[in-house]
């Protein structure tokens, strides 16, 4: 009786092992006498089943390596894809005539996939095909993160196969707006003082000083041999808060110099410049100049130019909807006339310049401070006569003290915009209210700008106000 169990059980799992194929049936294609229906599409490691309706005596297959066919009866066909590509299915009759040829195609098995990609970006429009041994992706996605995301988990099935067909939707121009300011304060304070004794006669002269006052007492004359009675200052003349104190009684003269000097100085330095590129390619922008830089090589002097002026490159890219990654290089540079260097006979300048590169993200009109800088120096000098200059009060008079301090701020603001082209008429130039004036406006009236209206579409843009927050307007 266990043998009969046993028997049966085996029976039973053949039987369900043979149901089984069935059920994994990728698509079934039926071959009528002289033609398929359609093509025969497998998937890689898959397989399908042909049925004919006519009984075939013998099948076979133009390239094994792509796909391997068996026989389950004399009118169905087991098809196991094997490797993509296209091959050629062949069917005859029992008597040697060809029953049809059918087209094979295997690709990749690309439905599991299909299903990862729905469950990660759900929503999105991604189109999916199979191309010889790998996959193209095509459709309009609606930002560059969720076009990475597909492509890396395209990656995953077909590792460097990946053909990459599709477009991010949305705006996909930016506008940077980038703000240089920048404030410089110097002070500078100075006190000198120095003091002459002097004695003349008729056969002789002499002086004696201390301090570091710019006070000399003048030689005696030639022909009298006689000193001048005021002794000869010699000082700066863009100085400024001197004082000379004389006394003398016969021939001796006494002469006190006192020189105080402050300086104050501001400097203020603003630059915006505005510039637009397309999501992932670089722009670039420079108003300023060159300046030439002579250089000694070995065919003599020769000349190059450095650039300097307001210089601003990016690379912005939309990340996802208004997410705005950038990478940013602005500087501002300037001839330095304070510091130079004097070689083969050429004064070469040096340059001033504050630049900063960095890489920020941030949305749709904020802003960031990507650079600043607070800088304070200060020196303070102090030079005396020993021992003198330490006499109380009157030690100043043999003391020179130089104070200076210089003070900077800057700080660099960048907002980046999301912007689309519009009609050339809604754009407003600095230029648009200003037009040259007729001969009679210039040589009568002495105006340097016509007040005529202007005509078509300039005259309707110079109409509205661009006075608020946005464009450039010539007053």
Do not use: C
Request: charged share 20%; glycine share 8%.
């Amino acid at each position: 009786m266990s043998m009969k169990k046993t028997i049966a059980a085996a029976m039973l799992s053949v039987s369900f092992s043979i149901l089984a194929i069935p059920s994994a049936q990728a698509e079934t294609l039926k071959i009528v006498s002289g033609s398929a229906s359609s093509a025969l599409n497998v998937p890689m490691n898959r397989a399908v089943v042909v049925e004919s309706e006519t009984p075939f005596a013998e099948l076979s297959i133009a390239n094994p390596g792509i796909a391997d066919i068996s026989t389950l009866s004399d009118r169905s066909i087991y098809v196991l894809g094997k490797a993509p590509g296209r091959t050629t299915l062949t069917l005859l009759a029992p008597d040697g005539t060809l029953i049809t040829n059918v087209d094979v195609q295997v690709s990749l098995d690309v439905a599991e996939f299909k299903e990862r990609l729905q469950q990660i970006l759900p929503g999105e429009p991604i189109e999916i095909r199979t191309a010889n041994d790998g996959i193209v992706l095509s459709g309009v996605v609606s930002s560059t993160v969720k076009l990475d995301r597909a492509l890396d988990l395209a990656e995953r099935y077909a590792p460097g196969r990946v053909s990459n067909l599709m477009v991010v939707g949305g705006v996909q121009q930016v506008m940077l707006k980038v703000r240089f300011a920048e404030m410089q304060r110097s002070v500078t304070k100075q006190l000198e003082a120095g003091v002459s004794a002097g004695l003349s006669t008729s056969n002789l002269a002499g002086a004696f000083g201390l301090g570091s006052g710019s006070l000399v007492v003048g030689a005696p004359d030639p022909v009298t041999k006689v000193s001048p009675a005021t002794p000869a200052v010699i000082s700066n003349p863009e100085n400024s808060g001197q004082a000379l104190f004389s006394f003398g009684a016969g021939a001796f003269q006494f002469n006190v110099l006192l020189e105080a000097l402050e300086n104050k100085g501001l400097v203020r330095t603003l630059a915006e410049p505005n510039l637009t590129a397309l999501s992932g390619q670089e722009a670039k922008f420079l108003a300023g100049g060159e300046y030439p830089i002579p250089v000694s090589d070995n065919d003599g002097i020769t000349i190059e130019y450095k650039r300097f002026g307001v210089e601003l490159a990016f690379t912005p890219r939309v990340v996802d909807g208004d997410i705005i990654n950038l990478m940013i290089n602005a500087a501002v540079s300037g001839v330095d006339n304070s510091n130079s260097i004097i070689t083969n006979g050429f004064e070469v300048k040096a340059f001033r310049r504050r630049e900063t590169e960095t890489t920020v993200e941030m949305r749709d009109g904020e802003s960031f401070a990507i650079a600043g800088l607070l800088q304070d120096d200060f020196q303070d000098l102090n030079g005396q006569v020993p021992w003198l200059g330490d006499i109380p009060v009157l030690g100043a008079l043999f003391r020179s003290t130089n104070y200076q301090r210089n003070q900077t701020e800057l700080v660099i603001i960048v907002t980046p915009h999301l912007v689309s082209p519009v009609r050339g008429e809604a754009l407003a130039l600095p230029t648009d209210r200003v037009r040259p004036p007729s001969e009679a406006e210039l040589f009568l009236f002495g105006k340097t700008a016509s007040t005529g209206k202007s005509k078509g579409a300039l005259g309707e843009v110079a109409k509205q106000d661009y006075s608020g927050s946005y464009g450039y307007v010539m007053e």
